[in-house]
């Protein structure tokens, strides 16, 4: 096999993928800039101005990068970061320190588990973020409004799959430990809890997501500060590059936070026999 | 020997009282109707006694009148008409766009790497984000909902159908290469129905996630819709209105997903029922 | 020689609180075994063979009837009997080390001493060098002797075993019961083990009890008068196969009336309440 084949075939995925990227950036980079009107200038006649798109309307590439590099080196993009930031921090840790330990305990204790039953299934079918307009009035506009939302997104995934997992150990592994006698304590530290902990990890990934939402969707709503609220005032200001940024940040944390995720679960997971992931 | 393990009801029951055989029999149901009661009843006694102001908090017996008005009025179907058309809209265009591009990305595996990077992309963003431009392409009418819904579900639909692919037992595969099968007879025989539940799956997860577009959406910028009816009666302390088209919007997320299961279960009935061992 | 584990008309019965129908699994059971003897108990499957074993650990009340170690009743887990499970009952996140120390911990004997006679035991099944695998890293093979050396570890007075090689394959089998036949000489227990394997049992035991179908019954106590060392060889010999045919006709009747039993009752078979209570 010649060795330029070989050395394509082993990276395939890599060439590839980077190929389609960059075609359509610059796809995107010659709409706003004409190069595709230009071109097809000669076969089209006039309709071929509709290949040029306003970069008002539109934005591209390098003004997205022009203007994220002004808005982080003028630095007032930090204050909407700092904001943003502590509501994901302060309602995920809520939400957690809440979900995981209920969900456990309604996993371990039927009675508990049939109480709060309708409750979670009622919160779980309804998108959290229509209570947005209720929780403004309760608790105001401030950062406040955001955690809340927040935690409400991201409490009931954490809850669920904890009950889930709880739920789904394994009775072999519980005759096992009433056959050795052991006492309620240990059979919960030793068999219900590391059998529960690949479903909380998949409860921490979700609620993750949803916490993302609760940030973005709360702050598009209703807010003083933070990324999504800069998106929503660039977008009503028509800056449409400004908008691009806010999105490009917010999916890097989202990519950041996965990845993060990703490693925790690597290191709970020696045990686990290894297999293909797929994405 | 699906005996095994069982007895810890055993003789203890047999002796008991007919009322207490009746709440053993019922308990989940029973435990989980008087959690619901005792909260309804506290929300209204704390309305009721004044001890919270009912503008702020509303009370289940104001909410069914609102609900009640609401419908006799009949100001609330326009809504209703405005975000089913949006959500069966973006829904049914993500389905018909995601399946197939999901069954192809999973068979064609250039295919898959090719456009990876930018599903990778969308699945992390939270698609609600895209809002502010998506006003500014596509305006504030129903378009713009329609657009949010469609970014919204075709995501987890096309994730779940490319990963059914994906998971093909190798060993069917196997059966099916040794009876001298053609490609699209394997893909149709072995892959296809291999894949459905995860389709179901997406769909499903996908249910969720339109809801909560077209909620967001409207909540936004919008003309018409439940969430527009949610965002203005929120600012202008109708708390009752919100609670009813917060109502609204979860059974329509539980007819959904109910529908789904049933369309599923259609579909899957030489599976065996796994313990769903409530 | 002393009597050391008595079983007294052991009588177990399931109640389905969904029917409300009462089920016999365990019918009248009394059953001897003497101290230091191998006893073995085969029958048709879903005869009960190993619920009465769990009944014996303590695992699940008998509905009548008691059990008795040297003349005491039991009626819940000691450390004087110690479980041998069917395959992939070790804590899959623990190491094997980490399992062999579970029964110990449970008992709160600290750490040094019971690593010491971890040791101990994991090298008597052979597996020192693999103290830090993990159970998926293990053959399975491997992983009952595993299982062997976690309740080994415990010093019981009874060993009972629950059709600890089912899941092996026919060699590694074999060399599990001929190695289980050294431990057993060494460490001089009593051992209580179910199988369904007619000529496992008998080269293994000193006594083979047949049950019946279920409700199970004991049908017949089989003494096998071989002498001890027995080598692998020995299940060649006519006597055993002699033994070995008295034993399969014994079980035969109850295999048939078994298939009739589930071709009669299929679909309405299901046993025992799904809330497993966990």
């Not at chain 1, 209703?222 to 908008?243: C, E, H, L, N, Y």
């Not at chain 2, 069966?88 to 456009?115: E, K, S, T």
């Not at chain 3, 295999?255 to 299929?266: E, I, Q």
């Amino acid at each position: 096999m010649p060795l330029f084949l070989r050395f394509y075939l082993e990276r395939e995925r890599a060439i590839l993928g980077t190929i389609t990227v960059v075609f359509f950036l610059c796809f995107w980079e010659g709409l706003t800039r004409g190069w595709w009107a230009d071109l097809l200038g000669p076969v089209l006649g006039s309709a071929a101005a509709r290949w040029r798109i306003s970069p008002i309307f539109l934005s591209s590439p390098t003004a997205i990068a022009r203007t994220a590099i002004r808005l982080f080196s003028a630095g007032e993009i930090w204050n909407d970061l700092r904001v943003s930031g502590l509501e994901f921090l302060l309602g995920f840790v809520l939400a957690i320190a809440v979900g995981i330990p209920a969900g456990l305990a309604a996993g371990w204790y039927r009675r508990f588990c049939f109480a709060i039953e309708p409750f979670l299934s009622a919160l779980n079918a309804t998108p959290r973020v229509a209570l947005l307009p209720l929780i403004i009035i309760w608790v105001g506009i401030g950062i406040w409004s955001k955690v809340l939302i927040v935690f409400l997104g991201a409490v009931v995934p954490l809850c669920l799959n904890a009950l889930a997992g709880v739920r789904t150990t394994d009775a072999k592994l519980l005759r096992v430990a009433r056959s050795f006698k052991a006492a309620e304590g240990r059979l919960f530290l030793t068999i219900i809890l590391p059998s529960a902990v690949p479903f909380i990890l998949t409860g921490l990934r979700l609620g993750v997501g949803r916490a993302m939402v609760g940030v973005v969707v709360g702050e598009l709503y209703a807010a003083t500060a933070g990324v999504g609220f800069m998106i929503t005032v660039a977008g009503a200001s028509f800056q449409t590059d400004k908008v691009f940024v806010g999105v490009v940040i917010i999916a890097l944390a989202g990519v950041l936070m996965i990845e993060a995720l990703a490693r925790l679960e690597r290191r709970f997971e020696t045990w686990r026999p290894k297999v293909g992931a797929a994405t | 020997m699906r005996t095994e393990g069982q007895t810890l009801y055993a003789a203890d029951v047999t002796g008991v009282s007919s009322l207490g055989k009746f709440y053993v029999e019922h308990e989940r149901g029973l435990i989980g109707t008087g959690a619901v009661l005792t909260f309804l009843l506290a929300w209204e006694a704390v309305t009721r006694s004044r001890l919270v102001d009912p503008l702020f908090l509303s009370s289940p017996t104001l909410i069914v009148r609102a609900g009640y008005e609401l419908f006799a009025e009949g100001t609330i179907w326009r809504d209703l008409r405005v975000s089913g058309t949006e959500f069966v809209v973006g829904y049914l265009m993500a389905a018909g766009v995601a399946i197939p591009l999901g069954l192809a990305l999973g068979w064609y595996r250039r295919l898959y790497f090719c456009l990876g990077p930018f599903i990778d992309v969308l699945n992390a963003v939270p698609r609600v984000a895209l809002l502010p431009v998506i006003i500014i392409w596509f305006g504030i009418g129903v378009w713009s909902k329609i657009v949010v819904v469609f970014l919204g579900a075709v995501i987890p639909m096309l994730i779940n159908t490319f990963s059914g692919v994906k998971t093909t037992e190798e060993r069917f595969l196997k059966v099916a290469r040794s009876f001298g099968a053609s490609e699209l007879k394997i893909f149709w025989t072995i892959v296809f129905p291999g894949t459905v539940p995860f389709i179901f799956t997406g769909l499903k997860y996908a249910a969720g996630r339109a809801l909560l577009g077209v909620v967001v959406g409207e909540l936004y910028a919008a003309t018409a819709g439940i969430g527009f009816l949610i965002t203005v009666s929120g600012a202008t302390f109708q708390t009752d209105k919100v609670f009813v088209g917060i109502l609204i919007v979860t059974t329509t997320g539980v007819l959904v997903v109910e529908l789904l299961d049933r369309l599923e279960r259609r579909f899957e009935g030489w599976r065996p029922k796994v313990g769903s061992a409530t | 020689m002393p009597v050391k584990l008595e079983a007294q008309r052991i009588c177990l019965e399931y109640y389905q609180p969904r029917t409300g129908r009462r089920l016999l699994a365990l019918d009248d059971i009394d059953l001897a075994i003497m101290d230091g003897e191998f006893v073995s108990i085969v029958g048709p499957s879903g005869c009960g063979k190993t619920t009465f074993l769990n009944v014996v650990d303590g695992l699940l009340p008998a509905t009548s009837g008691r059990i008795l170690l040297d003349g005491k009743v039991v009626t819940e887990p000691g450390q004087d009997r110690a479980m041998v499970f069917q395959d992939a009952s070790l804590l899959p996140w623990r190491t094997v080390l980490g399992n062999v120390l579970y029964g110990l911990e449970c008992q709160g004997i600290g750490t040094r001493p019971a690593r010491q006679r971890a040791q101990h035991f994991i090298e008597m099944v052979g597996l020192q060098g693999f103290e830090h695998h993990y159970p998926y890293e293990l053959s399975g093979g491997m992983q009952q002797r595993a299982n062997l050396a976690r309740a080994l570890v415990m010093d019981p007075q009874v060993l009972l075993m629950d059709e600890p090689f089912a899941a092996l394959d026919a060699q590694t089998r074999e060399v599990m019961q001929e190695e289980l036949l050294q431990i057993w000489r060494q460490a001089k227990k009593t051992v209580l083990f179910i199988t369904h394997q007619i000529n496992e049992a008998i080269y293994l035991s000193d006594r083979v009890i047949v049950f019946t179908t279920r409700p199970g019954r004991v049908k017949q106590s089989v003494t096998i008068d071989i002498e001890r060392p027995r080598k692998l060889a020995v299940k060649r010999d006519p006597r055993f196969l002699q033994l070995e045919d008295f034993v399969w006709n014994l079980i035969e009747d109850e295999v048939r009336k078994t298939m009739l039993a589930d071709r009669s009752s299929r679909g309405s078979a299901e046993v025992g309440p799904p809330d497993s209570g966990v």
